[in-house]
């Protein structure tokens, strides 16, 4: 059988993780063993710093669930750390999780997930829900053995089921609806496409947003309380390096249960920012709503936008002090990396929260 179609994805990856080339020729054998199986291409889009991926990137985001591509995330320690490649998998996230289009992403897991802690570990239990594929061990194959082989074909061998899964749904689709592709019916299954539908919902989706960025300011406060009053302590007794080392002990434990409340706070607000990003554009960049109608809202976001860049500054702090005091204790290297992590996720979010604010008139204008 000779294919006529192409498959398209995105190999969401860190790239300092491709450093020998391992992730390129990873990408380039999966494609070739797709179209073996299959006689179609699969054309993976790899360079995110290219054009061509922020194009089609953002037509996948946007349109129906079934036209768009599937998702690799390569996860290890890295990626987690990436502020990009968190914000990528939040987009994905968000987008099948609403559809239940579970199949369109199939994490390729180069970390053992017992190995992380903190932010990582909801992240990571979240991608194990889905048809994940653990690939660390195939760093160490040769190439051209059979074993590396077996273990792409089998890579290859879950697009190609998820492929088949969303051309069944697609299918039930055409079936329930008499004949329609489900994609000429996607605004009735996206909340986004419907403006004033989408009006109704926000106030509630504020609010959760407001109440979130309050959430990881009070974390950044706390931490910063820590940090103040271990300093005092050492500015007090100008302790010898094992006493130190004791002051560095508490720290990290007082650090712990802040460390777990962060991580869950970024990973909540980056999930309400991902699901309301799509409607705040639509609303303010419709134009639809007006005048003395439209103030409410435009202030309310201003308030949002105001309110991320504030936080973003304090986060920024945050992140840069605990690179800058990983290394003084080994005992603090987990808890303040952890941290640092959860930082970027935010500061992801807020970038795209602070972007909405292009979007308002200026003050005083209807």
Not at 23 to 35: A, Q
Not at 152 to 157: E, S
Not at 195 to 200: G, K, P
Request: with cysteine.
């Amino acid at each position: 059988m000779v294919g006529f179609s192409e498959i398209t994805g995105f190999f969401s990856y860190a790239h300092s993780d491709d450093t020998f080339g391992f992730l390129t020729n990873l990408r380039n054998d999966l494609c070739d063993e797709y179209r073996v199986l299959t006689g179609d291409e699969l054309e993976l889009f790899f360079d995110r710093d290219s054009i061509e991926w922020g194009e089609r990137w953002e037509k996948s985001i946007e349109e129906s669930v079934d036209a768009a591509g599937v998702f690799l995330p390569v996860v290890s320690p890295c990626y987690l750390a990436s502020s990009s490649c968190m914000k990528e998998l939040s987009q994905y996230l968000a987008k099948v999780e609403k559809a239940g289009a579970g199949d369109l992403i199939l994490p390729l897991m180069m970390i053992d997930p017992s190995a992380t802690r903190g932010a990582d570990d909801r992240i990571l239990e979240k991608l194990k829900g889905f048809q994940y594929k653990d690939i660390s061990s195939m760093r160490f194959m040769d190439r051209g053995s059979g074993e590396y082989r077996k273990a792409i074909n089998a890579l290859a061998q879950g697009i190609l089921k998820a492929q088949r899964a969303l051309e069944s749904a697609a299918l039930r689709d055409i079936s329930a609806i008499g004949g329609v592709p489900s994609e000429c019916q996607s605004p009735c299954d996206d909340d986004a496409g419907f403006v004033l539908d989408a009006l109704d919902g926000l106030p509630t989706k504020a609010d959760a947003m407001f109440e979130s960025l309050t959430s990881l300011m009070d974390d950044t406060a706390r931490v910063g309380e820590a940090f103040e009053k271990t300093t005092q302590k050492i500015e007090e007794k100008s302790p010898l390096p094992g006493e130190a080392l004791v002051l560095m002990m508490e720290l990290a434990r007082e650090l712990d249960p802040i460390v777990d409340d962060m991580g869950e706070h970024s990973e909540e607000f980056s999930t309400l920012i991902a699901e309301a990003d799509p409607l705040f554009r639509a609303i303010l960049g419709s134009g639809i709503v007006k005048g003395s109608a439209a103030a409410p809202l435009n202030e309310s976001v201003r308030a949002l936008v105001k309110n991320a860049m504030t936080a973003r500054s304090g986060i920024v702090s945050l992140q840069t002090a605990a690179h800058d005091t990983g290394r003084l204790s080994r005992v603090l290297y987990k808890p303040l990396k952890a941290l640092e992590r959860s930082a970027a996720v935010c500061i992801s979010s807020f970038d795209v929260c602070i972007s909405w604010g292009e979007l308002l008139p200026e003050a005083g204008e209807a």
